[in-house]
């Protein structure tokens, strides 16, 4: 039995109130592209538990790869020993990422590997005689975590900076991205990256962005030569060039990593979500050879950072195993095939006087309201239609699991459909 009672007077769920929570479901357990509720009701995943779980859940390769391991060693201190967990693991994230990404450093968490890729870019000017560099620069709309660091890189509006202005680093915006993926390329696109990165490159470290498709801030897919010429940028005005890949790679963008739509290579990538295939906690962030010499010849000798579970064994064999399985399940004909599913689904709608716009990339769908939802009133009435799509401000959106099947997707594009259809 849950215990909602106690959930709803003791327990915070991610940005919510504890004095006036939004409803909350009991999950029993889940199943492939399926979430089991404590009412006997079985949900069909839109969400992949926020882009991670790709190949659904309870996935019987990953869990094998974790009841092996666990039942040798769930983890163990990373400072003085290592093992073969974290070195296969990382054997792999430096043949798979853009090339010159050589050097790993594992973390707990996607907002703690944009810590890391943050400290490395500051350390490695210090390194450089140039510790006056320390300000980051960064596209609006953007998202990359709730630490403080990564906090004071999300977009201002969305990401409440008032809330935390004296508490808070501040640092440099540009315009978001444009134009979009799909639209003609016009150079005026870059000026505003342009213009602060000329007047300011002597203060900046780095530029740090999602790269093609900015998630949480809003959803948006943008150009390529965006980031090649962002890229191109970084390297005129000596500034470091963080990707934060957290919910891009693996994948999801329909590229491996979202940097090939651009053909490029950043200077620091950082990893997280989908790298155990949803299973446990774990990130990576890989950097160049050059600038990991950079930041181990400087003052410190050192990188400073340690967190107690690095390395975890259990999260880096589920990461191995669900990395594997990518590669063997074909991945990009998958991510293909739901993508026709969703644009045949979801297309459709961008007639409805309600939407203002309808996109797909790989397997991401995204239905863009004129006005913000009801989270609650919405997340009933999906729940009722016997899907889970977690709605936020005007975007109704979908990521499910790569493996999800035909009929799974029609679900879900039809439970869009319905709520929009009862609009008015
Ligand atoms: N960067 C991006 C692009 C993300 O989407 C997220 C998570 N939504 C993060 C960073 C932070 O990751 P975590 O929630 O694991 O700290």
């Known amino acids: 039995m849950i215990d909602y009672q106690f959930d709803r007077d003791h327990i915070w769920h991610p940005y919510t109130s504890l004095t006036k929570p939004l409803p909350v479901y009991g999950v029993t357990k889940t199943q492939g592209c399926e979430i089991h509720l404590d009412n006997g009701q079985v949900l069909v995943d839109g969400m992949s538990s926020w882009w991670a779980a790709m190949h659904g859940y309870n996935h019987p390769v990953i869990n094998q790869a974790m009841k092996n391991q666990i039942d040798n060693m769930s983890h163990i201190m990373f400072g003085g020993l290592t093992h073969e967990p974290a070195i296969e693991l990382c054997k792999r994230l430096v043949e798979l990422t853009p090339k010159g990404l050589d050097k790993v450093f594992l973390s707990d968490s996607g907002s703690v590997s944009v810590e890391v890729a943050l400290k490395m870019a500051v350390q490695y000017w210090h ?17 990359h975590g709730d630490t403080f660091a990564a906090m004071s890189v999300c977009d201002p509006v969305t990401g409440m900076h008032s809330l935390f202005s004296g508490a808070m680093q501040q640092q440099l915006f540009v315009e ?47 150009h390529p030569e965006y980031l090649r010429q962002a890229r191109q940028l970084c390297d005129e ?33 950082c990893l997280g979500k989908t790298l155990t295939g949803g299973n446990l906690t774990l990130a990576a962030t890989l950097t160049t050879n050059k600038i990991a010499t950079g930041i181990c010849n400087g003052e410190a000798g050192v990188f400073m950072h340690g967190p107690t579970y690095m390395a975890n064994p259990l999260a880096c064999a589920a990461a191995i195993a669900s990395i594997d399985l990518l590669i063997k399940n074909d991945w990009q ?23 203002a716009d309808v996109r797909c990339l790989g397997a991401i769908g995204v239905v863009e309201m004129k006005q913000a939802v009801d989270q609650a009133t919405i997340q009933r009435f999906f729940v009722k239609q016997g899907v889970w799509i977690r709605p936020f401000g005007k975007l109704v959106y979908v990521m499910p699991p790569y493996v999800i099947q035909q009929d799974q997707v029609a679900k879900l594009c039809n439970a869009i459909k319905s709520y929009i259809e009862q609009l008015s």
């Open 127 to 143: 390194s450089q005689g140039k510790p006056e560099k320390t300000k980051i620069v960064t596209p609006r709309n953007g998202y």
């Open 176 to 222: 978001r991205p444009t134009p979009r993926i799909e639209a003609q390329w016009h150079s005026d696109a870059i000026n505003s990256l342009r213009k602060t990165l000329s007047d300011n490159h002597a203060s900046i470290a780095a530029l740090i962005l999602e790269p093609i498709v900015q998630g949480t801030g809003g959803m948006n897919f943008y």
């Open 237 to 269: 005005y000596q500034i470091l060039l963080i990707a934060d890949e957290i919910a891009t790679g693996f994948g999801r963008t329909g590229k491996l990593f979202a940097c090939e739509w651009a053909d490029i290579s950043p200077d620091i990538i």
């Open 333 to 355: 004909q998958q991510v293909n095939q739901v993508n026709q599913w969703l644009k045949q689904g979801l297309a459709p709608l961008s007639d409805n006087p309600h939407v």
